[in-house]
């Protein structure tokens, strides 16, 4: 990521800390975006005792926090000072031992701050990053032989991410959109990720922004109806 989009993506979720931590409380999608990533976590930390899971954008910590009620011991990672003041906060209000919070941006320069990973999270970071490859290649570095990849980026193929663009390009709106760099299907992951030795485990999507298009689903598919892409990966070292 170049450093002036670096600052502005970081300064974006400055100024959104509060919003989008409490997004997962009232907004719908969050709400689905949450049951989605709980899910997978639960399923992958079905033992969790002594395991470890580095949360890469963890923003509010919302599954930072999770993964530590399971048992793992986490470690959250985030360029955004406030999103790490709103993890902090809840770190000393609550009482948590198992979490630390740490301020770095993909790709990681340096990831011996971080033991070998059971469980690497990254939900909505790539489509903000410059070098995707980079990106991945930092993430894949994280984990364990055994380990899993949990990640998610805006669907290329979901008809509301068509509408976003056009009306991005029109009106210069949602803001968020300027920093956008990527939007994938899941033949462009699968092809990106195996670059750099992983392989999807899972897929599904989640995320339905217009009624209109929930009420189509049956007809149009998950795939054109959902915003986000979803997957699970692991290194191919472990595929028999």
């Not at 990521?1 to 300064?11: A, F, G, K, L, N």
């Not at 793992?72 to 360029?79: H, I």
């Not at 489509?127 to 055994?146: F, G, I, N, P, R």
């Amino acid at each position: 990521m170049s450093t002036v989009q670096h600052d502005e993506v970081r300064d974006l979720f400055d100024r959104e800390a509060e919003a989008f931590a409490r997004s997962y409380e009232t907004d719908p999608n969050f709400q689905d975006r949450k049951a989605v990533w709980t899910g997978a976590i639960d399923r992958c930390l079905s033992d969790a005792a002594g395991k470890v899971c580095v949360d890469v954008g963890c923003g509010p910590g919302v599954f930072s926090f999770y993964a530590a009620s399971k048992g793992a011991r986490v470690y959250g990672v985030d360029s955004s000072v406030k999103m790490l003041s709103l993890c902090r906060d809840r770190l000393k209000r609550d009482g948590w031992r198992n979490v630390t919070f740490h301020e770095a941006s993909l790709p990681f320069a340096d990831t011996s701050m971080f033991p070998p990973a059971d469980i690497v999270l990254c939900s909505s970071v790539l489509e903000y990053v410059d070098d995707l490859d980079a990106c991945v290649m930092s993430l894949a570095s994280l984990l364990k032989a055994s380990g899993r990849l949990l990640v998610s980026v805006p669907n290329r193929r979901s008809l509301y991410r068509n509408y976003e663009r056009m009306k991005f390009f029109l009106t210069r709106r949602p803001a968020y959109r300027g920093q956008v760099r990527h939007e994938m299907t899941l033949t462009g992951m699968r092809e990106v990720m195996g670059n750099h030795g992983l392989r999807i485990l899972e897929n599904s999507y989640y995320g339905c922004v217009a009624r209109w298009l929930q009420s189509a689903e049956g007809l149009l598919g998950q795939e054109r109806t959902r915003t986000m892409l979803f997957l699970v990966l692991l290194p191919m070292s472990t595929i028999r």
